[in-house]
């Protein structure tokens, strides 16, 4: 995917129109707003040197691009196509109008506003770059490609070109170099989830197995992936592979039904490690699944009780630890279809004309890219129909009349058709009449996993740069024995002409091979509660628990929302988790409490969120994961202030805020400002609160609030995951753990540190890493790291739960701006170091781990001071650790979050 064009940074061009003193002191003041951020300020400021000389060609332009920055694209269009008709021969009024333009989807107006840009500015990079982007949203690559290279040019760390060449390269199936552009990148650009995720496709598609598999375990972080996986809740730690073989651990299902049943050949071996493995999959694959596993339970998705499990992995990751090398892809067939199913097919077919029966499909992927890339039109398939002696059996899942239509012009007679085969629900029959094909024909899609998993030949058509699953160089597929690849050596027309010449050439030696019936136990569906789950009524306790951050930020978040999970299903609860990721994007939110208790706002509310308005009113318990989430009036919080309300106000609910900061108005202490007063109003609805340090609890106390005290869950979360403490000590890298306060405020002397650190010869680690979603500003970190300090740290990312605690636990120092990061190194035994938070809960934590020394005091001489930390932790290290008493009673406080249950 091309990367989004960029807005020129410049915004000051020389005049065409010469200003009276008065009017270009106003002009300078609002270009000095605008620089600011005070983006109204400077649209007054420029209006009124407009409404002196309405053809200033500067102030046009620059109220044209805050027009652009709030998203009226047509207003910025009017404005700077206004200062361009003044002064046609600035480089920057064209460039920015391109941006716009691409805004609008205009994109071939779009190419030639950059290339009037160049015209004017030869040197001009950035108008290269969004060249590239915007030749290659037209889809024309040829011309997308020099673009970019220009930009390189004049720029060799430009991250959109070098980006943007990879993935074209990528497309056009010139492996190599598309990994060679990613690897640049990475190195501007270390924690860039995207780009992992670009890299591990070329190294895949390069057979590169164990790398590409480790690169693969970025995706969950990945924008563009979450855009059509989103994060769902499991309440389970990631299993390690090497703690499972006592362990019961599920294997949750992800992407399409072709990704489920290609990942699905890796459950067998994976099983073997594991004590008990139960697999997750599409409700499509349910039946099929379980005649095919018989050593592991087989649930639909969702439906898994999480009380029988210990651990859980996602399917994509399993051939991280079993499919390393060539020779651990079997590539026999492992899914058998329905045995009754296929004799009624194989009846029906034996009743069509001719000796081979043929399946075909001609479209696949789900994403508009995928899709334009991998289907054929179905005029190409026509020499293929006419020349065969052959029924072709249609396949393709919601087959459009039009296309019918157009299939029985071109196949005539060859066509079969079945009107009652719905291909895209009906699994179970499609896979059994696959069985009975002597061939499959098709486009990418999930019918050739289908057939290849059956151990049915299938004949793959690729576009010219297809997905990382088919090895670059081979005609024949790792995954799947049966398979053989017929590949695009071209785009458009020509290559899908050169694809059925290869097809056609190879249909004379085709052979029909008999395939022999494999024999399945059946085994029945796991029931998805335990009798112990259940109530007086035979129902399931069910707790809500509303921002799970199991799936969110960092793994401290992470290991946090688990301990929840945990927590309550000791308590014989089924618990089903709304993500932060859903919560903080909440519609419909009213504005004040006023507000809050309309039934007009509730319907409205309603109308956008009834899911979460069904789960509310299933729940027998309401609890919220308050983390640091609900302070200020950002939308997360707003939105968790609402559903608080109307769980208790609206449906009824014991509603519960528990592992809670809370600073209304962000520590400042105003009891009487509108925003406190609305916490206040909402807080005094609720059942319980539990606050997890003491500045919060004071504060809410201060309000006349009933809280009680507790912890952070994290501990809980660092007792049950047999992490043992730092032995290191001395020995250990340095840890650094991001946070946007160093960049703001501190920049200079951590990078000082930093490198007086590494001439010093010790280790640095940036450690990042999440379950999803990670921290945005983990990745710029990395990244500024990079830049100012490059080849002083090793970037250490951690895919699991486990990985990051032990990497705390192996550290001689953790230097963070965390909460969840130094509570984890205070119960690991790390010493630490913490910078001050958004807020005062970094001073509520130290307050209750007892060490106020842990405190990283700002201002000039940081870098000294750290070094100096740094020395006195390691020369006395038991000054610097929790004490034993302290952690106790800290674990004691955090199980007070459950003392209501």
């Not at 069509?352 to 399946?359: A, D, M, R, V």
Request: with cysteine; aromatic share 8%.
């Amino acid at each position: 995917m091309s990367k989004k064009p960029k807005k020129s940074g410049k915004k000051s061009i020389k005049n065409a129109v010469v200003l009276p003193p008065e009017f270009q002191s106003v002009f300078n003041q609002a270009l000095a707003h605008h620089q600011q951020g005070q983006l109204q300020q400077a649209v007054d400021g420029y209006s009124q040197v407009l409404s002196h000389e309405p053809n200033h060609p500067d102030s046009l332009h620059l109220v044209g691009l805050i027009f652009q920055s709030s998203g009226d694209l047509l207003q910025a269009q009017e404005y700077i196509q206004r200062a361009i008709k003044l002064n046609p021969k600035v480089a920057g009024y064209q460039y920015n109008h391109g941006v716009v333009l691409q805004g609008l989807e205009k994109h071939s107006e779009a190419v030639e506003a950059y290339r009037l840009a160049i015209r004017l500015k030869p040197d001009y990079a950035q108008a290269y770059e969004n060249l590239g982007v915007a030749l290659q949203d037209l889809d024309n690559i040829k011309a997308a490609l020099p673009a970019y290279e220009q930009a390189l040019k004049l720029n060799p760390k430009s991250q959109i070109a070098l980006k943007n060449l990879g993935t074209l390269y990528f497309k056009i199936g010139k492996t190599p170099e598309s990994l060679q552009h990613f690897d640049k990148a990475l190195a501007l650009n270390p924690a860039d989830p995207e780009l992992h995720m670009k890299r591990s496709g070329s190294l895949l598609r390069m057979g590169q197995w164990t790398e590409g598999w480790q690169e693969y375990r970025w995706r969950f972080s990945a924008p563009t992936f979450l855009e059509n996986n989103p994060v769902r809740s499991f309440g389970l730690p990631h299993a390690e592979m090497n703690k499972i073989a006592n362990q019961r651990v599920l294997i949750s299902c992800e992407q399409g039904l072709g990704d489920e049943v290609m990942f699905a050949s890796c459950a067998n071996d994976f099983a073997e490690h594991a004590g008990q493995c139960t697999l997750e999959c599409d409700p499509r694959l349910v039946q099929m699944f379980t005649r095919s596993f018989p050593s592991v339970s087989v649930v639909a998705k969702n439906s898994f009780d999480a009380n029988t499990l210990d651990c859980r992995i996602s399917a994509g990751d399993l051939p991280h630890y079993v499919r390393n090398k060539d020779a651990d892809f079997r590539g026999a067939a492992y899914l058998c279809a329905d045995t009754e199913l296929r004799g009624a097919w194989r009846e029906r077919l034996s009743a069509l004309s001719q000796p081979l029966k043929i399946g075909f499909s001609w479209r696949g992927g789900a994403e508009t890219r995928a899709v334009a890339a991998r289907s054929i039109d179905l005029k190409y398939w026509k020499p293929l129909f006419k020349s065969l002696n052959a029924n072709f059996v249609n396949l393709q899942y919601r087959t459009s009349p039009q296309e019918l239509a157009e299939l029985a012009e071109i196949a005539g007679d060859t066509l079969c058709h079945f009107d009652d085969l719905d291909a895209f629900n009906d699994i179970e029959a499609l896979a059994a009449l696959i069985s009975e094909l002597d061939l499959v024909i098709s486009a990418d899609n999930a019918t050739v996993h289908l057939a290849g998993a059956l151990g049915v030949p299938v004949w793959i058509l690729l576009p010219e740069g297809p997905e990382r699953r088919w090895v670059d160089g081979r005609d024949d597929s790792v995954w799947y024995n049966s398979a053989r690849l017929f590949r695009s050596s071209a785009t458009g027309s020509a290559g899908w002409s050169n694809v059925f010449k290869g097809v056609f050439g190879q249909c004379n030696d085709f052979e029909p091979k008999a395939l022999s019936d494999l024999e399945f136990d059946d085994q029945g569906v796991v029931n998805r509660y335990s009798v112990s789950q259940c109530d007086s009524t035979g129902l399931p306790k069910l707790a809500l628990l509303l921002n799970d951050t199991s799936d969110w930020y960092h793994w401290g978040c992470s290991g946090t929302s688990l301990a929840i999970h945990a927590a309550l299903r000791e308590r014989n609860y089924v618990v089903e988790g709304v993500p932060i990721a859903r919560t903080c994007q909440l519609q419909g939110l009213p504005n004040s409490f006023e507000e809050f208790e309309l039934d007009d706002a509730f319907l409205r509310f309603q109308s956008v969120n009834a899911q979460l308005c069904n789960q509310l009113a299933a729940a027998d318990v309401v609890v919220i994961n308050g983390e640091g989430s609900l302070h200020g009036q950002n939308a997360t919080a707003l939105g968790l202030l609402y559903l608080a309300y109307i769980a208790k106000s609206r449906f009824g609910k014991f509603v519960q805020l528990i592992n809670h900061s809370c600073y209304p108005d962000d520590g400042l202490g105003n009891k009487e400002s509108p925003l406190v007063n609305l916490y206040a109003q909402v807080y005094r609805q609720l059942d319980f609160i539990a606050i997890r340090e003491g500045v919060s609890l004071r504060q809410m106390s201060a309000l006349g609030l009933k809280c009680q005290q507790s912890f952070d869950c994290l501990p809980l979360f660092i007792d049950a995951s047999g992490i043992e403490p730092n032995t290191l000590l001395a020995g250990g890298p340095v840890v650094l753990a991001g946070s946007v306060i160093w960049q703001q405020s501190m920049g200079a002397e951590i990078v000082d540190f930093v490198k007086t650190l590494h001439a010093s010869g010790r280790r640095i680690q940036l450690l990042l890493g999440a379950s999803a979603h990670m921290a945005a500003d983990d990745i710029s970190f990395a990244q500024w790291i990079q830049a100012q300090a490059p080849g002083c740290a090793e970037l250490c990312y951690a895919a699991t739960e486990a990985e990051w605690l032990s990497a705390i636990a192996n550290a001689s120092m953790l230097i963070s701006g965390r909460f969840h990061h130094s509570i984890a190194a205070a119960f690991l035994g790390t010493p630490f170091v913490v910078c001050e938070s958004n807020t005062p809960k970094i001073g509520g934590l130290l307050e209750m781990l007892q060490m106020p020394d842990a405190a990283v005091p700002q201002g000039d001489g940081l870098s000294e001071r750290l070094m100096a930390m740094l020395a006195e932790r390691e020369k006395v290290p038991s000054g610097f650790i929790l004490k034993s008493e302290v952690r106790n009673s800290l674990l004691a406080a955090a199980r007070n979050n459950f003392s209501q249950f």
